[in-house]
């Protein structure tokens, strides 16, 4: 079975707007982390907002929040105030367990366009 | 700065040569780093875990004779990739851990003629 399941491959926002990505997540540890990561044309992985299972509150960075309900093992990413800059493919990714080397799993993505 | 640097970040090679990547951690000791492969606009998919000074544990479907890792310091691991195939050809991203969290280096681009 998938850990992490984004459904959307595509995505389109105008600039200015807030959107959501979707992320699903399956695990049976009491204890993991989940984490969205940013991949542009050059390939490179740009770490964006964390979210532990423990965490009360809703992880924020700037214009990143993460919302994270635990029932519904739901993990979505709201980027705020869209900007041309943040067209690039989005990967959700969980750490299982209590361990800290244990490696990232990813979903498949989704590829947001910003449009001006 | 970058915590991850990963050499080289773009090669061509014939079909049947080997190709060394080199992963290394920047400023800090890494016990532990990952190899993922990516292929084109799809996933990270992990490939093995490197650990300095034993042997790397490899996910399933992964050929361990193929994939050659070596983490020989606490900062840098090396995948070779033995008599590589067009079939190889993808982008190839090392990631170490510090802390809590995951860092990744800008990747190599591997095509095989």
Known sequence: AQKITQTQPGMFVQEKEAVTLDCTYDTSDQSYGLFWYKQPSSGEMIFLIYQGSYDEQNATEGRYSLNFQKARKSANLVISASQLGDSAMYFCAMREGYLRNTPLVFGKGTRLSVIA | ?113
């Open chain 2, 1 to 113: 700065g970058a915590v991850v640097s990963q050499h080289p970040s773009r090669v061509i090679c014939k079909s049947g040569t080997s190709v060394k990547i080199e992963c290394r951690s920047l400023d800090f000791q890494a016990t532990t780093m990952f190899w993922y492969r990516q292929f084109p606009k799809k996933s990270l998919m992990l490939m093995a875990t490197s650990n300095e000074g034993s042997k790397a544990t490899y996910e399933q479907g992964v050929e361990k004779d193929k994939f050659l890792i070596n983490h020989a310091s606490l900062t840098l691991s090396t995948l070779t990739v033995t008599s590589a195939h067009p079939e190889d050809s993808s982008f190839y991203i090392c990631s170490v851990l510090r802390r809590n969290e995951q860092f990744f280096g800008p990747g190599t681009r591997l095509t095989v003629l």
